[in-house]
């Protein structure tokens, strides 16, 4: 390595630092761009820099766009009293692929966890409280994660949000669309038992 | 992913482009980045901006640099007589890391392929007779993959090469360094076992 360039070594070990990529995956990807230096490596510079100047995330809702309010929070068809509450903007876009949600979002941020000392007031929690005060919000669905400390974020939250006046629902467990029963963990095929409905 | 910006959605799919990743990953790669826009999004695109403005082959042996000479081409103290062929700059790096090997190197730009319809004259082969004609060159060492492709080409440049006045040579086969003969394929095992040294 003492022999590529300076800037090369130093684009490697940056890419190394991304989720996904690591020293030796960094390094293809590096190589990779300066074959198509042209093609690949100048656009994707170009839209990286126009990225790192305009993405920010809205002040209302945490998802990410490129002015005080993300075109969700903007858009007035979408204020019809729901919100959904999730960990990620990665889980927005996922209930956005999903086309089936037609309110708002609410982005924590991440989950609460006493082992990271992460707290209500490190998420988007009081926010969350302030927004169902302030806006006229019938519903709140929880769309966090089936882990542990999704789960106790969304106790959390639906204890906070107790006598507030507001529904508070949470995603469905069970059976995966296109799921096999024999691929599946106990703890889904038990849930969705327990949760079985009259055909 | 109609909510998420232009230029966010334009990155993730380029992203997606990279050997490595695909639009999951690539989503999560920019979620990050964006996270991370002050320590990693702005370094990252302005190193990148930087080396696609000067990273450039190597007019002599097509290694990565920033000039018309690599700094291995560049540095008499490699001038040793020895060229190693590599199929590629990855592969150039890793023998840089091995350390042993104090000579030049010629990075082919990939193996002949009579499937993918590669020819000598689609690598640098032409230029490596070219050098060792021109240059003291006393050993032609083949670095290739031991891949069908990787032999092919080896021999090729093994054929072109003969009666030309240097010895060439190609990397041993055997065991890997902390290899476990369990875990090796039977090709390796029993090439081992044809090269075996006294002791």
Known sequence: MAEAPKDIEALI???????GLGP??????????????????RPLAETMTRVAETARECLNCGNIGTADLCPICADDRRANGQIC???DVADLWAMERGQAFAGRYHVLGGTLSALDDISPEDLRIPRLIDRVTGET??????????????????????????????????????VPIGGELDYL????????????KPV
């Open 185 to 196: 963990d106990d703890g889904t095929i038990s849930a969705a038992l327990r949760a079985r």
């Open 24 to 41: 030796r995956s960094a390094r293809r990807a590096v190589l990779h761009l300066i074959k198509k230096r042209g093609q690949l490596m």
């Open 137 to 174: 919000v019938t519903e709140v669905v929880l769309a966090l994660n089936a882990t542990v400390d999704g789960q106790t974020t969304a106790h959390y939250i639906a204890d906070a949000l107790t006598g507030m006046g507001v529904a508070v629902t949470s995603l469905a467990q069970g």
């Open 85 to 87: 509450v999730v960990e």
């Open 13 to 19: 070990e940056i890419m190394a630092r991304l989720p």
